[in-house]
């Protein structure tokens, strides 16, 4: 038995073959920059910490869909893909020219499934009606930036919206019957371990079926950097086994079905302040299952209903 439900496993229940995730960098922007729910963005966020070289607004969604099938393809050439569309925010904009991207992609050979990564504030119900009706035809993830579930975190990381806007997100999704993601970020100012950890019991209420964790990780250019550089005091960055301890605690405090996709990210050497551990993310996940191996730790043993 898996010590956790992890991702691909779960991508087995509905491919046969090999499946790889190509980002896509599709031109979008954020209310969270272009004035209509704040300026500036998110403190912490620098787009360029996870666009692949092969992923820039000025090539199309099918080129880049087709250089990110040349990067794969060398090793696994019986490879199928999904279009991840993962830059800044991609539910925002237009309902056709959305439309246009999502069919674009879908059209490009190999690719037989979309994920998109958007904020709980920009579902509007038009779209949404749209992705149940693809959802009826091609494997389809809506993954949400939820980032904390206190709305005093939200608020100090300029992040627009409310927790209560990510639960109606997630809950409408759902319902749908749209394969619904989180994204949490572990270890943001003014949170401690065990408030971190409440936070799994409250996501685990939510109709999710999949949940991406990761450190908190300053970028060179981001608010974020500037106000540790001026109160360093207000920020606990964890060391990498004191890290491994929270990601484990979470976990075991999560509801068991919940597949988990990523414990930890890498941000490019060049824009890392802290903290650099110097590991691969496949380092840190065996590590992760080491320590639960010692610990007698799995998904779902502290976890109550």
């Known amino acids: 038995m898996p010590l956790y439900n992890e991702f691909p496993l779960f991508l087995k229940r509905?491919?046969?073959?090999?499946?790889?995730?190509i980002s896509l960098n599709a031109g979008f922007t954020c209310p969270n920059r272009d004035g209509s729910k704040g300026y500036g963005g998110c403190t912490y966020c620098n787009n360029q910490t996870f666009n692949p070289d092969y992923c820039r607004t000025e090539k199309s969604v099918t080129r880049q869909l087709e250089e990110g099938k040349l990067f794969f393809a060398r090793k696994y050439p019986e490879m199928?893909?999904?279009?991840?569309?993962?830059?800044?925010?991609?539910?925002?904009?237009?309902?056709?020219?959305?439309?246009?991207?999502?069919?674009?992609?879908?059209?490009v050979d190999g690719v037989v499934g979309l994920v998109i990564g958007t904020r709980p504030d920009c579902m509007p119900d038009d779209l949404l009606r749209y992705l149940e009706g693809i959802n009826k035809h091609t494997f389809l993830l809506v993954e949400y930036g939820i980032e904390s579930t206190r709305d005093?975190?939200?608020?100090?990381?300029?992040?627009?919206?409310?927790?209560?806007?990510?639960?109606d997100a997630v809950e409408r999704t759902a319902a749908c019957g749209i394969l619904t993601g989180g994204h949490v970020i572990l270890g943001l100012p003014g949170e401690t371990h065990e408030s971190i950890v409440t936070q799994a019991e409250i996501l685990s209420d939510l109709p999710l079926t999949t949940l991406k964790m990761h450190q908190l990780q300053l970028i060179r250019g981001t608010r974020m950097a500037l106000e540790y550089a001026q109160h360093p005091e207000d920020f606990h960055l964890f060391g990498v086994d004191e890290y491994i301890d929270l990601v484990i605690d979470f976990i075991e405090h999560l509801r068991p079905d919940l597949v988990l996709e990523r414990f930890v990210s890498q941000s490019p050497k060049e824009l890392l302040i802290a903290p650099d551990w110097g590991l691969k993310n496949y380092e840190f996940n065996h590590r992760v299952l080491k320590r639960m191996k010692e610990l007698g730790a799995?998904?779902?043993?502290?976890?109550?209903?």
């Not at 999904?82 to 059209?107: H, I, P, V």
């Not at 799995?298 to 209903?305: L, V």
Request: net charge positive; glycine share 4%; hydrophobic share 30%.
């Open 14 to 21: 509905y491919f046969p073959y090999k499946v790889q995730k």
């Open 80 to 107: 199928k893909y999904l279009a991840y569309f993962q830059a800044y925010t991609n539910t925002y904009g237009e309902l056709e020219d959305l439309k246009r991207k999502y069919e674009e992609a879908l059209s």
């Open 152 to 167: 005093e975190t939200l608020v100090r990381i300029n992040r627009g919206h409310t927790f209560r806007a990510a639960m």
């Open 298 to 305: 799995y998904q779902g043993k502290k976890y109550e209903m």
